[in-house]
T-cell receptor, first 113, second 115 residues
Framework: AQSVTQLGSHVSVSEGALVLLRCNYS??????LFWYVQYPNQGLQLLLK??????LVKGINGFEAEFKKSETSFHLTKPSAHMSDAAEYFC???????????FGGGTRLMVKP | NAGVTQTPKFQVLKTGQSMTLQCAQD?????MYWYRQDPGMGLRLIYY???????DKGEVPNGYNVSRLNKREFSLRLESAAPSQTSVYFC??????????????FGPGTRLLVL
């Protein structure tokens, strides 16, 4: 079965600093990987996804993630944090049957002025 | 175009009461999903529907039933609510096949408290 581990339930950065949110997955087949963002009192929105092809994936709002098969990782980065990036971020992997997403526990990003 | 809508936004139930959570999408999507979100556990799939008239169990289906009333609507029913069902419930939809590369679009959620 697939699983997703997000290291750090809370991450705090200063405005303008690098954002790095960590995600490691387990999957017995080449994975489809996703990052979703949840702003307060809202549903989830897709930030980016990796299916096949280029391992560096660019998403919305300046975020990107790199699929590293050897490390079973899909970490999310943004060069310069903005106050509006404060939210909860979820990494997810698609199961082998292609009919279910498994989510990590989420990482709450706080951005300090 | 409202996307995915859910009603109610908030609900308080007593143990043993029943209720139905409503979800509708106006994007002509084929697949719909119900998740629950609990602190530190991310989202867990309760049920999904790949098309009108079909439903399948997800990771945590016990205590819930669903109905895919038509292409637009997918409801979640708690027949006898328990405190363990206190959670935030999200409905989602996607264009084509269940899962896969399709992006899932989420509703704003329903906060349920069972006393």
């Amino acid at each position: 079965a697939q699983s997703v581990t997000q290291l750090g339930s809370h991450v705090s950065v200063s405005e303008g600093a690098l954002v790095l949110l960590r995600c490691n997955y387990s999957s017995s087949v080449p994975p489809y990987l996703f990052w979703y963002v949840q702003y307060p009192n809202q549903g989830l929105q897709l930030l980016l996804k990796y299916t096949t092809g280029a391992t560096l994936v660019k998403g919305i709002n300046g975020f990107e993630a790199e699929f590293k098969k050897s490390e079973t990782s899909f970490h999310l980065t943004k060069p310069s944090a903005h106050m509006s990036d404060a939210a909860e971020y979820f990494c997810a992997v698609l199961n082998n049957a292609g009919n279910m997403l498994t989510f990590g526990g989420g990482t709450r990003l706080m951005v300090k002025p | 175009n409202a996307g995915v809508t859910q009603t109610p936004k908030f609900q308080v139930l007593k143990t043993g009461q029943s209720m139905t959570l409503q979800c509708a999408q106006d994007m002509n999507h084929n697949s719909m999903y119900w998740y629950r979100q609990d602190p530190g556990m991310g989202l867990r799939l309760i049920y999904y529907s790949a098309s009108e008239g079909t439903t399948d169990k997800g990771e945590v289906p016990n205590g819930y039933n669903v109905s895919r009333l038509n292409k637009r609507e997918f409801s979640l029913r708690l027949e006898s609510a328990a405190p363990s069902q206190t959670s935030v419930y999200f409905c989602a939809s996607s264009v084509g096949a269940v899962g896969g590369q399709e992006t899932q679009y989420f509703g704003p959620g329903t906060r349920l408290l069972v006393l």
